[in-house]
């Protein structure tokens, strides 16, 4: 089975760029995650989604940040204008969670994103 | 807040020895799941164990397993036989058992295995 795909897997613009990632679930996910990593925060949740429904976005950062998910199979988390502050690896997982089912979230292999 | 401290930055073991990662968390919750994840240099984020907070049995994968002391708030992992392919950075989580679905990480420790 495929796992979580993400795109791109390294991402080098320049600041005030706009910067799409995109992210595409484990077939039958309910739940659809996104999470930033730098070295000095380390791993932090950004923004989920619940059957494409965003479901709690208090870790997004600030209103330059956004995040969709128009279905089941697709994500995107878009910087607009981006920031040399915003580099950083962004990872997207997902898991079945509903109905009791607590399932381990599976982790995609991450986009590098720079911004010089 | 729920919060995961890993105090060990880094470590490092002799190939074929056990070692053994600390990871302690705070949490006012009863009901809730913890744990380990694997980063090699790849930068994968793979799930090593996972241990359900009602289970009082310690969970076992193969070479990996976790030491759980519910009480005193501990999820210690253990790498027995360590091999080269066992080097990357470990990341503890926890996970609540109900409502908010999103993990929260430790800092991670960084092992390294010795030939």
């Known amino acids: 089975d495929a796992g979580v795909i993400q795109s791109p897997r390294h991402e080098v613009t320049e600041m005030g760029q706009e910067v799409t990632l995109r992210c595409k679930p484990i077939?039958?996910?309910?739940?659809l995650f996104w999470y930033r990593q730098t070295m000095m925060r380390g791993l932090e949740l950004l923004i989920y989604?619940?059957?494409?429904?965003?479901?709690?976005d208090s870790g997004m950062p600030e209103d330059r940040f956004s995040a969709k998910m128009p279905n089941a199979s697709f994500s995107t988390l878009k910087i607009q204008p981006s920031e040399p502050r915003d580099s950083a690896v962004y990872f997207c997982?997902?898991?079945f969670g509903t109905g009791g089912y607590n399932q381990p979230q599976h982790f995609g292999d991450g986009t590098r994103l720079s911004i010089l | 807040a729920q919060t995961v401290t890993q105090s060990q930055p880094e470590m490092s073991v002799q190939e074929a020895e056990t070692v053994t990662l600390s990871c302690t968390y705070d949490?006012?919750?009863?009901?809730?799941?913890l744990f380990w994840y694997k980063q090699p240099p790849s930068r994968q984020m793979i799930l090593v164990i996972r241990?359900?907070?009602?289970?009082?049995q310690n969970a076992t994968e193969n070479r990996f397993s976790v030491n759980f002391q519910k009480a005193a708030k501990s999820f210690s992992l253990k790498i027995s036989d360590s091999q080269l392919g066992d080097a990357a950075m470990y990341f503890c989580?926890?996970?609540?058992?109900?409502?908010?679905?999103?993990?929260?990480f430790g800092q991670g420790t960084r092992l390294t295995i010795n030939p």
């Open positions: 077939s039958g996910h309910d739940y």
């Open positions: 949490t006012s919750e009863s009901d809730y799941y």
């Open positions: 241990q359900e907070a009602y289970k009082q």
């Open positions: 997982a997902s898991s």
């Open positions: 989604f619940n059957n494409n429904v965003p479901i709690d």
């Open positions: 989580a926890y996970r609540s058992g109900r409502g908010a679905q999103k993990l929260v």
